[in-house]
């Protein structure tokens, strides 16, 4: 079966510093990858999608990139933190165009 | 671009009063809709999702929802709703061959017992 990982589970990291959440997908191959954003009141919010290895689609214009250097990894980063990048961030993948997401336990990010 | 409204952010009912949550979608074509949970402490779960055929959709834990395409509209119900619904609930869309999962804001379930 199919299991995603996403890790830390928490973190707290100083204004300016770097970031860098991981995420893999087992189970399955070419997977279709997203990063999203949760804070209270507003949903999930997507920040990118990528469909293969290489390719991201950025949704939201922002401080944060992704890549996916492997066909099963999705990595989230910044390279300066800001308040504002607080937040419930949640990997998720689908098999295909169309199909339901299945979702990581998530990252709570906390930039002090 | 397409977006997902959900109309009630908090919605508190008493134990085994019926629930319906509104949920709205923007977009011409043929979509695809997801209800997803998510319970204090959990990772979001499948409700239920419609992709063709009969409107009506019925997913895990007694919970339906209505596709009506005139409306544009999902709507969740369930007839009897218990303390352990307790969750936040999404509306989601994505539309024909897309890849993008677009939700909406959320509704909050308290179910006092």
């Known amino acids: 079966s199919q299991t995603i990982h996403q890790w830390p589970a928490t973190l707290v990291q100083p204004v300016g510093s770097p970031l860098s959440l991981e995420c893999t997908v087992e189970?399955?191959?070419?997977?279709?990858l997203y990063w999203y954003r949760q804070a209270a009141g507003r949903g999930l919010q997507l920040l990118f999608y990528s469909v293969g290895i290489g390719q991201i689609s950025s949704e939201v214009p922002q401080n944060l990139s992704a890549s996916r250097p492997q066909d099963r990894q999705f990595i989230l980063s910044s390279k300066k933190l800001l308040l504002s990048d607080s937040g419930f961030y949640l990997c998720a993948w689908n098999p295909r165009a169309n199909t339901e997401a299945f979702f990581g336990q998530g990252t709570r990010l906390t930039v002090v | 671009a397409q977006s997902v409204s959900q109309h009630n952010h908090h919605v508190i009912l008493s134990e085994a009063a019926s629930l319906e949550l509104g949920c709205n979608y923007s977009?011409?074509?043929?979509?695809?809709l997801f209800w997803y949970v998510q319970y204090p402490g959990q990772h979001l779960q499948l409700l239920l999702k419609?992709?063709?055929?009969?409107?009506l959709v019925k997913g895990i834990k007694g919970f339906e929802a209505e596709f009506i395409k005139s409306k544009f509209s999902f709507n969740l119900r369930k007839p009897s709703v218990q303390w352990s619904d307790t969750a936040e609930y999404f509306c989601a869309v994505i539309p024909d061959s897309s890849y993008k999962l677009i939700f909406g804001s959320g509704t909050r379930l308290l179910v006092r017992p």
């Open positions: 419609y992709f063709s055929g009969d409107p």
């Open positions: 189970g399955t191959s070419n997977p279709n």
């Open positions: 977009y011409g074509g043929t979509v695809n």
